[in-house]
């Protein structure tokens, strides 16, 4: 649910070129993703409950911030999930031009929704077994790229390690935030997990490893082929395997993109949609929302719900769609944090088969980094159209919340 392989890095590499994109993605890991799944090993083994990081606010903080952090992540989910059909798009338009040209795209995006949707409501052990078949796939023409390169090192290669891109680096540095996002999305579906107290702490060090090398690598591979970093946008993996193994290679490339907007968008649907499930059973949503299959036990309702507002958000464009995505999340991810640390003063007794090391400190510690790109992003990203209408969303949680309760009440 984080990676999807190198698809969407080509951003990355125009806005800070080959050497900086290098460094950033070795710099990511250490002081973004290896905090967050240190976090989220903790409270998901502590708290295996379904809605995940919902249920976790809600037990350190109460129902107002619990709804808060819901919130932020439904908002920050319609924009991530935007991205994929969006990536899946551009890629197809790569091997059937019409696909990238007029309404098309919206069209292909939606239909591709749909067949997640039907796949969800299939059940998560579907989703599961599809996704890792998907990810041998679209990762395989890069292992094919690797090999080609490492074996016929070039004279440009030794220029392009110091060439630099021609885009902003805030665009890349969101780029390169979302490309390590969603450590926590797995915790949503922790109740459909078996021995959860065991497999997210194991799984969340081994993924995080992975998903390094499964960024680091073909960048490497990129700037050893010379090209120029400044041309680089979302789909020039494609023109790479051509340079390196020619067309078949590259049509190799086209169907792995593909696979990652397909793959991507029917992991996250899994888990996304358990949070409207959360919300309606604890009587923020309609109730209507917690209905399940009979067959599968899929909360078919929210699936379907969830993919048509996805739909609205197509053709906003990839980069306005990662900046929503990152600076909504980044505000999510920061309650999960104090979560952790309100949990380990009030309940230090709470059975935790993994703890964060360093006590109460390495809680904080660990909370620290992350916290501190977040609001670098935030500080950066002020004055854009980005930051305003995230600032618009985040304003109108309270909102929401304060209506909901009048309600009820």
């Known amino acids: 649910m984080v990676a999807g392989g190198p698809y969407g890095l080509e951003e990355l590499i125009s806005g800070a070129g080959y050497r900086r994109a290098i460094i950033v993605l070795i710099v990511t890991p250490v002081v973004w993703s290896l905090p967050v799944a240190l976090m989220v090993g903790e409270l998901a083994a502590a708290l295996p409950e379904e809605g995940g990081y919902y249920a976790w606010v809600r037990r350190a903080m109460g129902p107002s911030w619990a709804f808060q952090e819901a919130w932020l992540s439904l908002a920050a989910s319609i924009f ?13 338009a790569r091997l059937w031009p019409t696909a990238g040209e007029g309404m098309a795209p919206i069209a292909v995006g ?18 599961g077994e599809a996704s890792a078949a998907m990810t041998l796939i679209l990762l395989a023409p890069f292992a094919i790229m690797a090999a080609l390169a490492f074996a016929r090192p070039t004279q440009p290669a030794i220029v392009a390690w110091s060439g630099e891109g021609s885009g902003g680096m805030l665009g890349a540095a969101f780029v390169a935030l979302w490309n390590q996002m969603g450590w926590d999305n797995a915790s949503t579906i922790a109740g459909e997990v078996e021995r959860p107290q065991r497999v997210y702490p194991l799984t969340m060090g081994i993924a995080v490893a992975l998903v390094t090398l499964t960024y680091l690598v073909p960048v490497m591979v990129a700037a050893r082929t010379g090209t120029d970093p400044s ?49 309606a059973q604890d009587g923020y949503l309609p109730r209507a929302l917690a209905r399940r299959h009979a067959r599968s036990g899929a909360p078919w309702v929210a699936i379907v719900v969830c993919c048509l507002v996805y739909a609205s958000c ?81 304003a109108l949680g309270p909102a ?10």
Do not use: K
């Open 80 to 92: 991530d999930m935007a991205l994929y059909p969006t990536i899946f798009t551009l890629y197809l």
């Open 110 to 127: 939606a239909a591709m929704m749909g067949v997640c949707a039907a796949s969800n409501i299939a059940g998560s052990r579907y989703v």
């Open 231 to 279: 041309v680089w946008q979302t789909g020039a993996w494609v023109e790479l395997g051509r340079i390196l193994g020619g067309h078949w290679l590259g049509w190799a490339v086209v169907a792995g993109g593909m696979v990652c907007g397909l793959g991507m968008f029917d992991a996250l649907l899994m888990s996304y949609s358990r949070l409207p499930v959360a919300l």
């Open 314 to 394: 197509l053709g906003l464009g990839f980069q306005r769609l990662v900046a929503l995505d990152v600076l909504l999340y980044g505000l999510s991810l920061i309650l999960e944090f104090i979560a952790l640390i309100l949990l380990r003063i009030r309940e230090p007794t709470l059975p935790r088969p993994f703890r964060v090391p360093g006590g109460l400190a390495g809680a904080v510690a660990v909370a620290a980094m992350p916290t501190a790109l977040i609001a670098i992003a935030l500080v950066r990203a002020a004055g854009t159209p980005a930051f305003a209408i995230g600032a618009a969303l985040v």
């Open 400 to 409: 929401l919340y304060v209506l909901r309760r009048t309600r009820r009440s």
